[in-house]
Structures are given as C-alpha cells and as structure tokens.
C-alpha cells in the first residue's frame, strides 16, 4: 500500500496534468475549408462554430454555399477532434489513468469503449438518402 505523502504526490501530479490538459483544450482550433478555399471554418476542441471565413468569391457558388459551410465544418470539427486527442494524450496515456477508466467500465459492464459516433453526412449522401426514401415510398405506396 502507498504511503500518505505518496498518494498526495501523486494526487498532485494528476492534478495538474488535467489543469495543462485543460488548458490545451482551450487553446485547441479546428480549422476546415471547402470551395477551393473560400469556405473557412474554425471550431474549438468541443465542435463549437468560433468563426466562419467567406471570401468575396464565395458568393459564386450560390445554392451550394450552405452544402460548403456545412463541408468546411465538418472537415473543421475533424482536425479539432485530432488536435484535442493529442492535447489529451499526456492524461489519458498515464497508465494510472487508463487502469482507472478500465476499472470503471468493468464495474459498469462495459468492458469495451463504445464506437465513435457517426460522422455528419455530407450534401451528397443526404440528397441519396432522401431520394432512396422518396423511391421507395412510391414503390410501397405512403397509406400504409
């Protein structure tokens, strides 16, 4: 069994990793652009819209700037996930830690980390999903 004042070292040094850990998630900034550059979006380290940068050109794309909005954050959210893993990486790492958070899955019968959720759908698969969805509600008829 640990002594005391080695629980209280050590307790101090978990501390202030999450304190730096902190610290770096706030500091954290995604960025993401479409249209050949004139989308930019930029998301912190929880997914958070902070800013959205439009050139003067951007406006040429008409009907399709929202679809280049939603690209660009989503390409934002995904370098802001990378960068908030890696600046997480000195506490989830500690061995001490990782033993912890098995220890809490075992008591909860989760023994196995749950999947990453899905990804947003881009433009594209939402347009293909509601037209497979419309296909085949005319083909098996809408009074059901």
């Known amino acids: 069994m640990s002594e005391p ?4 070292a050590t307790l101090e ?4 990793k999450a304190s730096q850990v902190k610290s770096a998630l706030g500091r954290v900034r995604g960025t993401g652009t479409a249209g050949n550059g004139t989308v930019t979006a930029i998301v912190d380290s929880a997914g958070h819209l902070r800013d959205l940068e439009l050139t003067r050109d951007a ?3 008409g009907d399709r700037l929202a679809s280049l909005i939603l690209q660009a954050t989503a390409a934002a959210e995904k370098d ?15 061995e001490r830690v990782e033993a912890g958070i ?3 899955r ?3 019968g989760q ?4 999947t990453k959720p899905p990804r947003p ?3 594209e698969e939402i347009q293909a999903a509601d037209d497979a969805y419309f296909e085949r509600m005319n083909r098996q008829g809408w009074n059901r």
């Open 5 to 8: 004042s080695d629980l209280d």
């Open 13 to 16: 040094e978990m501390k202030t």
């Open 59 to 61: 406006l040429r794309w």
């Open 80 to 94: 802001a996930a990378a960068k908030a893993e890696q600046a997480m990486h000195p506490l989830i790492h500690d």
């Open 102 to 104: 098995k220890t809490i």
């Open 106 to 108: 075992e008591t909860f």
């Open 111 to 114: 023994a196995e980390p749950r």
């Open 121 to 123: 759908m881009t433009e």
